[in-house]
């Protein structure tokens, strides 16, 4: 779904270590006050342009949370005066630092950001897992947040998975250096099968397209989530649908196929892997396979 997930993240990493060199700069004699004008100008709130409310209620259970999940360039645009909604918001590992009423401090590395509730998503402890479930998690040999299918449940509360929102390549080249891997314990969700919640994969009806996606976070008839290239959207609950996390998927399926975080028509499939989630497919006038997630396809 996001093919160059880990492209995207090193170089949005960098615009904002340049930008973030030159505020250094521009912070001596005679600097230019355009971010202070900007910040001061900003006609939007916490949420930015995001029709979601701010915050849905203090985090629950904060003493069992282990990890949160939170948008890493969001602490950044909004100290520019930026609306965080027109921004690339990868999905990064946070330690909780504290947790309040409508925003909460969270820990990545060194910077302490504080994040609206409402864009962030708790991982709790004591999360066990079976083999062929779904699981969101992080990339745990790189970063980024991750769809994944449990591959060996031999030990449930760290179980060994195959990554299903990274390209894969099968013998460890490209961007997936390693595709598969073993989960720590207490840094991972367990999806379940047709229920609305953080981390189901979904199909948005938008600008008259089927475009792929991932649920951040719910409030009534509003959907906010994670589409290509890691934008972050706001959509009626009426125009998605969630996708099945056990398709029913069968050699010489006519599917839809993902293209650019849209679904196109005219691929058949050609090999199933249900183990590791992923379709072989080959689009109509092509003798080429492309390997798919099983959340990249539509029957």
């Known amino acids: 779904m996001k093919k160059n997930f880990m492209m995207i993240a090193i170089a949005a990493t960098a615009v904002f270590t340049m930008a973030a060199c030159g505020n250094k700069t521009d912070k001596g004699e005679g600097a230019d006050s355009t971010a202070t004008e900007q910040s001061a100008e900003a006609k939007f709130g916490p949420m930015g342009t995001w029709d979601f409310p701010e915050t849905l209620g203090a985090l629950k259970d904060v003493d069992n949370i282990e990890y949160v999940l939170f948008p890493g360039f969001y ?25 309040g009423e409508k925003a909460s401090k969270v820990k990545a590395v060194v910077d302490v950001d504080e994040v609206p509730n409402s864009l962030l998503i708790p991982i709790y402890k004591g999360a066990t897992a079976k083999k062929g479930d779904i699981v969101l998690t992080w990339w745990q040999s790189g970063s980024g947040m991750q769809q994944a299918i449990v591959t060996d449940a031999s030990n449930p509360a760290e179980p060994k998975i195959s990554y299903l929102t990274l390209s894969f390549k099968g013998d460890g080249t490209g961007i997936a250096e390693k595709d ?11 999806l379940s099968d047709g229920k609305w919640e953080p981390g189901q994969p979904i199909i948005v009806k938008k600008d008259g397209d089927e475009n792929l996606g991932i649920i951040l976070n719910m409030d009534g008839d509003k959907i906010l989530w994670q589409g290509f290239a890691s934008k972050v959207y706001v959509s009626k609950k009426s125009d998605c649908r969630l996708m099945p996390l056990k398709p029913a998927i069968n050699v010489g399926d006519k599917v839809k196929y993902e293209f650019v975080g849209e679904l196109r028509d005219g691929a058949t499939v050609t090999k199933y892997d249900a183990n590791i989630g992923r379709v072989w497919v080959k689009k109509e006038n092509s003798d080429k396979e492309e390997i798919k997630s099983i959340f990249e396809i539509e029957k």
């Open 180 to 190: 598969q891997d073993q989960l720590k314990p207490n840094s991972f969700i367990v």
């Open 75 to 99: 602490a950044d645009a909004m100290e520019k005066g930026e609306d965080p909604a027109t921004a690339t918001q990868i999905y990064y590992r946070a330690s909780l630092v504290e947790a």
